[in-house]
């Protein structure tokens, strides 16, 4: 595989980019780009929607149909996207925020309706671009620039809200093994229904600092220990678990798409 695959959807001229040394949103980026090439995804039949914070700022990058949002609204704006034009290939890039803490609603009736598009969640575990406050995902013992002696909210698990809610596939990666996280895209965005692949990056600047992880590499040592593939994962004990979290393909369904079944609703109605 060529230095220069998947660059043909980056704009020319915009590099280096704008997010913080350690941060995972490059990384995550570049396999989905990597993953585009290798399924041959058009610059034109491929629609990228963001939202807002970080993760939001993707789209800047790129030369596929790309579509800005509101925080917290960029799945309902794609859900509109995938209703109205079924044969785009629509993807969601998000973080913890825009999916769900103030998307979390969205994020459930998305995942309800299967509708057909890929949602990728960078989880930093913060809301990093403003300050490193607390979100929807900071572990209970973690120390924010909002929660300064720790945090008194549970936390969501992004790909159990996934699969209770509905999704076709679920999965869940770090940043750090690359080509693993290129393979997970690669089977997300083939999947029929809704997909999600989160992606677990703490925020260096923020979370790291916060958390005893001042340095990148300190960061990379922290998801090493935890992140468990997910049949080693399902042999830990209960109390061994709550120090580690499963990464892998965590569930792989093949429901019926929204469309496929509005379809069947349509042609129903036809023939009354």
Request: proline share 4%.
């Amino acid at each position: 595989m060529s230095h220069a695959t998947g660059l043909k959807y980056v704009k020319p001229g915009v590099m280096p980019h704008m997010w913080c040394s350690g941060c995972g949103i490059g990384g995550m980026l570049g396999a989905l780009l990597r993953a585009f090439e290798e399924l041959g995804y058009g610059k034109t039949d491929t629609v990228v929607v963001t939202g807002i914070g970080c993760t939001g700022k993707a789209d800047d990058y790129l030369l596929t149909n790309a579509l800005h949002t509101t925080h917290g609204r960029a799945l309902a704006y794609a859900t509109g996207i995938k209703a109205f034009k079924p044969q785009l290939n629509v993807v969601v890039l998000m973080g913890d925020g825009d999916s769900v803490t103030i998307g979390g609603n969205h994020f459930i009736h998305a995942a309800r309706r299967n509708i057909d598009l890929t949602a990728i969640v960078l989880n930093n575990l913060n809301y990093g671009m403003t300050g490193g406050q607390v979100s929807g995902t900071t572990p209970e013992w973690a120390i924010t620039s909002t929660t300064s002696y720790g945090n008194p909210e549970r936390e969501f698990d992004i790909c159990a809200l996934a699969e209770t809610a509905g999704a076709n596939y679920v999965a869940r990666c770090t940043p750090d093994a690359g080509w693993e996280m290129k393979e997970i895209m690669k089977q997300a965005l083939g999947r029929k229904g809704f997909s999600l692949v989160e992606v677990v990056s703490p925020c260096p600047t923020h979370f790291g600092r916060n958390n005893d992880m001042k340095e990148t590499p300190a960061m990379l040592q922290w998801l090493a220990e935890r992140a468990t593939p997910v049949e080693r994962y399902r042999q830990l004990a209960e109390a061994e678990r709550k120090s580690h979290f499963p990464i892998g393909t965590l569930v792989d369904k093949h429901e019926p798409d929204f469309n496929t079944r509005y379809d069947t609703i349509r042609a129903r109605a036809r023939q009354a």
